[in-house]
């Protein structure tokens, strides 16, 4: 018996009148995520697709493909490079001992295989805490299962220190998913980025977990800052002396969240998602020339305190999660502008935050993550300008 005629067997147990019928959720769940659902809209107005949503969150989740095999490379490198001199502890290390993998820094597979022991954990709680919300919100409601988490759960994981607790990645991801998309409708109907809504309560609730030197690399004893907190306390000039490069920026060997660091991986990300026209092009660029130029002023304007007004734009583009945030948090539909003009605008908006916080406030170097959220806030309002603008202009046009 063939996978169809297995599903179309049981489908009548959970449909209405069936044993199963409360559980109709599940089963389309599923059966949709392997099969594009039968079901199609025939009648105006509806806009019609040979592409359904579970197609469009599938394509956005391999484009994270290359940000995750770096990930866990990096991951590994940093922690691999760290036990040379500090030693090896914990459950994580008597695996890689017991199946012979070892520690050598110069060996890609070996740090692989250590970045994909703290990437699962992660992920896998991601999507047994967070699909637990799912299923009982789609059960209680009646409606199917939401294919967005498939998205949300991938790029929360990417947003996570290595050395993140398990039970702080739970609750971060039911409070994004609840909070940031549940309570307002579901998927399509939220207006912050649910991924992100779940990163910066742990930011605010767990401070010391989300920041600090000492949770990019997961080994006991050892200290590390970002090039972000060392731009912050000296000077991006200072990277040097700590032996980063721009190019060490770009590539995406240095501290950071799992798959933040590397700016190309997200690049050959946005690239996929561009072709298949699952991103606007206008949200980059806005976000790019946004942060360009307000960098580029601060530089012109400058300052005898803060080293931070030095920082050129091609730095702000390879530190900190602003790359990961461009490509995959900016250019998210739902929670975007709408409008082509107010696509540019609410770009641009990210762009100019983000350099303002990471500039302006000490505390708080990295600032994509504000930033998106305060555009996501702001996305209704500026679509609403941009309608009546338009309805204002045609209405003189015709007087």
Request: aromatic share 14%; net charge neutral.
């Amino acid at each position: 018996m063939g996978l169809r005629a297995f599903f179309d067997r049981i489908e009548l147990s959970f449909t209405k009148g069936g044993k199963w019928e409360r559980f109709f959720p599940l089963y389309e769940m599923v059966e949709s995520f392997v099969y594009t659902p039968k079901t199609v809209t025939t009648v105006a107005p509806h806009a019609r697709s040979h592409i359904d949503m579970k197609r469009i969150m599938t394509y956005v989740v391999i484009s994270t493909i290359p940000a995750i095999l770096f990930g866990l490379y990096n991951v590994g490198l940093q922690t691999n490079m760290a036990i040379e001199v500090y030693g090896a502890s914990g459950w994580r290390a008597w695996i890689i001992e017991a199946l012979g993998i070892g520690f050598n820094y110069n060996n890609p597979l070996a740090n692989m295989a250590h970045g994909l022991l703290y990437f699962l954990p992660i992920y896998i709680t991601t999507l047994i805490a967070g699909g637990i919300c799912e299923v009982i919100f789609a059960t209680v409601r009646g409606h199917e299962v939401n294919e967005g988490f498939l998205v949300t759960s991938m790029l929360y994981t990417l947003i996570m220190p290595p050395d993140v607790p398990l039970w702080q990645v739970a609750l971060g991801i039911m409070f994004g998913v609840v909070i940031g998309k549940e309570v307002f409708g579901g998927t399509g109907k939220n207006f912050l980025n649910p991924a992100l809504t779940g990163r910066a309560f742990l930011y605010f609730a767990y401070p010391a977990y989300m920041s600090g030197n000492t949770i990019w690399t997961p080994v006991d004893g050892f200290s590390g800052a970002t090039t972000l907190a060392v731009s912050a306390a000296e000077g991006h000039e200072a990277l040097g002396g700590y032996g980063v490069t721009w190019f060490d920026a770009f590539f995406g060997t240095i501290q950071g969240c799992i798959g933040e660091t590397s700016t190309l991986a997200c690049l050959i990300g946005l690239v996929f998602l561009l072709v298949t026209r699952i991103a606007n092009y206008r949200m980059v660029l806005g976000c790019l020339l946004g942060m360009a130029a307000f960098s580029t002023a601060l530089n012109v304007i400058g300052s005898d305190t803060n080293p931070m007004f030095s920082m050129p734009w091609y730095w702000h583009l390879v530190v900190g999660g602003y790359a990961f945030g461009l490509v995959f948090m900016v250019t998210e539909p739902v929670s975007g502008a709408h409008t082509n003009l107010g696509r540019w605008i609410y770009g641009a908006l990210i762009g100019f935050m983000v350099v303002l916080i990471r500039v302006v406030n000490p505390a708080f170097p990295e600032g994509m993550m504000l930033a998106i959220l305060f555009g996501n806030v702001f996305a209704p309002l500026i679509d609403h300008f941009v309608v009546q603008a338009n309805i204002r202009r045609r209405a003189r046009r015709h007087v």
